[in-house]
């Protein structure tokens, strides 16, 4: 088949792509960090795939050999029943060329009452589809396996395998689906189905989740002082912000795009727990970052030992920068590589 005729094929059966994107949004995944609610989707992905005729594996992260000991696993995050599906369109070659790869599981719903619409209704309504999940990542899913239909459909087989990946445990920092079906089914080209914009990128930012932790050196039975002491704990680590800002900013793939304007966000500032632990305080954040996990954690330490001469005269220690998600390295291929020619 040709490029024009897959195109048109494309757009005279849209309606299933849409109703496929539906029915996906329907079915709740949602990825709390620390667990998730991924079994039900790849269940229903296992069943699609397999009424293809695809060759399908449905696993978990921990059936990986040796998954545990893996320099890029982050302890933690709880992987029972959070599986994955890879399904693979056989080539004449058996060789695992090409892998898209989306993620299966959403952010958490939230409070249902602030939703205009049901977050898992689907619905299809003024040219829209409306639902978590939609735009992130439950979109590609629906692409990828409406377009292998098509292609089956119209008797195409593939040079060599094109793998699809609907991978678990993606938000909130997560990786270990990824980094799972990488492990399990290397392939010459990879391709992450997680965009905006219809833009092609080919450079991925690193960059972590972490918190300060920090407590009153002496009982005080109140919040205060902990309180008093968290702007001084912000101001320190925008000046962390500040230099992934310039770096970014720096960097040819990303100057003048909206990453170098995100690239420090604070996620969380509490003190104290439901009126307890009062005498103790977090601030948590994420940045985006070229440098290398060794560059980042060395100004880890740095800004650690900024931060413990300005608290200590306002009777504060430092716990230290606690890394709440694994360090995501950055990667980028050159604009006029072959890879990026042929996906545009």
């Not at 990488?182 to 080919?202: A, F, Q």
């Not at 290398?292 to 005269?313: H, S, V």
Request: charged share 30%; net charge negative.
């Amino acid at each position: 088949m040709d490029i024009k005729a897959v195109c048109s094929l494309i757009d005279e059966r849209k309606e299933e792509l849409f109703e496929l994107l539906s029915s996906l949004i329907k079915i709740n995944s949602e990825n709390f960090g620390s667990y998730g609610n991924e079994e039900e989707i790849a269940n229903y992905i296992e069943k699609l795939c397999l009424e293809m005729e695809l060759e399908t594996d449905k696993f978990s992260p921990l059936e990986i050999p040796d998954f545990e000991n893996h320099p890029d696993y982050f302890p933690g995050r709880n992987l029972e029943n959070r599986y994955s599906v890879v399904a693979s369109l056989k080539g004449k070659e058996d060789k695992n060329c090409l892998m898209l790869m989306a993620h299966n599981d959403t952010v958490a719903i939230g409070d249902k009452e602030k939703w205009s619409v049901d977050p898992l209704g689907g619905i299809i309504k003024d040219g829209k589809i409306y639902g978590r999940g939609a735009c992130d990542d439950k979109y590609a899913i629906a692409t990828c396996l409406f377009v292998i239909k098509l292609l089956k459909e119209h008797g195409f087989i593939p040079k060599q395998n094109l793998l699809i990946a609907a991978y678990s445990d993606e938000e909130y920092g997560g990786s270990h689906g990824a980094l799972s079906c990488v492990l399990k089914y290397p392939c010459d080209h990879i391709v992450s189905m997680d965009g905006r914009n219809r833009e092609i990128w080919n450079c991925a930012s690193g960059g972590q989740e972490a918190e300060y932790h920090f407590h009153a050196t002496e009982s005080t039975g109140t919040s205060e002082t902990c309180a008093r002491a968290i702007p001084v704990v912000m101001d320190c680590i925008n000046e962390f912000g500040k230099r992934r800002y310039e770096e970014l900013e720096a960097n040819k793939y990303y100057k003048g795009t909206d990453i170098p304007k995100i690239s420090l966000r604070f996620l969380d500032v509490s003190v104290g727990q439901n009126g307890t632990n009062l005498e103790s305080a977090k601030v948590g954040f994420e940045y985006y970052t070229d440098k290398t996990k060794e560059e980042i954690y060395k100004e880890y330490e740095e800004t650690e030992k900024i931060l413990a001469e300005k608290l200590a005269p306002l009777g504060i220690t430092g716990d230290g920068i606690k890394p709440t998600t694994r360090f995501f390295h950055y990667v980028s291929c050159e604009s006029d590589s072959d890879d990026i020619k042929l996906m545009q």
